[in-house]
């Protein structure tokens, strides 16, 4: 009997054991299984909002919102620190026009870059489109930001020499061109009126001056439809920007192929009869009394802009009986 009881406590306490080391198994692998659980909810990453935009925040590092929070973010897709103008007018124009808010009454939003006199204008020059307004000044001369905004470029870029670009909550973008010195970085915000950097003479220019521009989703506008340079203040507080006028006047490279065209056209419907008005004779006409640019061109089945270009004439000039005309 004593060796039987001693037989069952050796079986019952091996019983208990085998039991209390199966429940720390169970217990070690639920510890186990919680950890991957714990660690996997660390891994997760989390959601938040700005703008209508989901950006993802890790643990380790911060979100960079900076794409997200830079002004005009529901008109451009990107925000671009390399190109100048990487962006397409007709691909992101959709409407016929559109209403930019330039300024609001009395709020001294706008403040003219440089106090210069004008030095070139919007328009073809040198066999080249000029897509800005040139303003006089001395190398070394303060240039300052037109309207609130954030920095999107500031480098030096082929042409513009030293170059700043600055975005505004508007949609235009301003460009200030040739500088010697720039003195803002990219995604600095800016308040009118901040100085953006020092006038010059870098780039694709002949003389110190700052080459200034306005532009929106990347067509380039003549800057006088919006700022008196006398005065150095702006026309009115917006602007309506319509389609036909950037086909009509904005679009120099296409305005300057459609004329070449016009032209090309003009003389082949004229070709072998382009001498046919009267006073012409193997390509010239001799102007007679009553004549002006337009009864020339009319006759002749031509232009007056080509008559112009060919005869290095003015619209406006007053010709003269017996003036040779090159048709």
């Given at each position: 009997m004593k060796r039987l009881f001693v037989i069952l406590s050796i079986t019952c306490i091996g019983f208990f054991n085998l039991n209390a080391i199966s429940g720390s198994s169970h217990d070690d692998k639920t510890k186990r299984g919680d950890d991957k659980k714990n660690k996997t909810k660390k891994d997760d990453t989390t959601k938040f909002v700005v703008n209508n935009e989901n950006i993802i925040e890790g643990d380790d590092e911060t979100a960079d919102t900076t794409q997200i929070l830079f002004p005009s973010h529901d008109l451009y897709a990107t925000w671009d620190t390399v190109w100048?103008?990487?962006y397409n007018f007709t691909e992101s124009f959709k409407t016929d026009s559109v209403i930019i808010q330039l300024t609001n009454e009395g709020?001294?939003?706008?403040?003219?870059?440089?106090?210069?006199?004008?030095?070139?204008?919007?328009?073809?020059?040198?066999?080249?489109?000029?897509?800005?307004?040139?303003?006089?000044?001395?190398?070394?001369?303060?240039?300052?930001?037109?309207?609130?905004?954030?920095?999107?470029?500031?480098?030096?870029?082929?042409?513009?020499?030293n170059c700043v670009i600055i975005r505004h909550n508007n949609g235009l973008e301003t460009v200030y061109g040739h500088l010697s010195k720039i003195l803002v970085e990219p995604g600095q915000s800016l308040a009118a009126g901040a100085l953006i950097g020092l006038g010059g003479n870098t780039g694709r220019s002949r003389g110190s001056h700052l080459h200034f521009e306005f532009r929106y989703l990347g067509q380039a506008l003549d800057t006088e439809d919006f700022i008196d340079y006398d005065k150095g203040t702006l026309k009115d507080y917006c602007f309506t920007l319509r389609k036909a006028d950037?086909?009509?006047?904005?679009?120099?490279?296409?305005?300057?192929?459609?004329h070449r065209k016009d032209i090309g056209y003009a003389r082949s419907n004229a070709k072998g009869a382009k001498y046919a008005g009267p006073g012409a004779k193997n390509g010239i006409y001799y102007v007679r009394n009553g004549d002006n640019l337009g009864k020339i061109a009319k006759r002749n089945h031509t232009t007056i802009k080509a008559l112009c270009k060919k005869n290095k004439l003015k619209e406006t000039t007053v010709l003269r009986i017996g003036q040779k005309i090159k048709i």
């Open positions: 100048a103008h990487p709020d001294g939003g706008f403040v003219m870059p440089f106090k210069g006199g004008k030095t070139s204008v919007f328009g073809w020059r040198r066999y080249r489109p000029h897509y800005g307004t040139d303003i006089d000044l001395e190398t070394g001369d303060q240039v300052v930001s037109a309207f609130d905004g954030m920095v999107r470029l500031a480098k030096y870029c082929q042409g513009y020499g950037v086909e009509n006047k904005y679009d120099l490279r296409a305005l300057h192929t459609r």
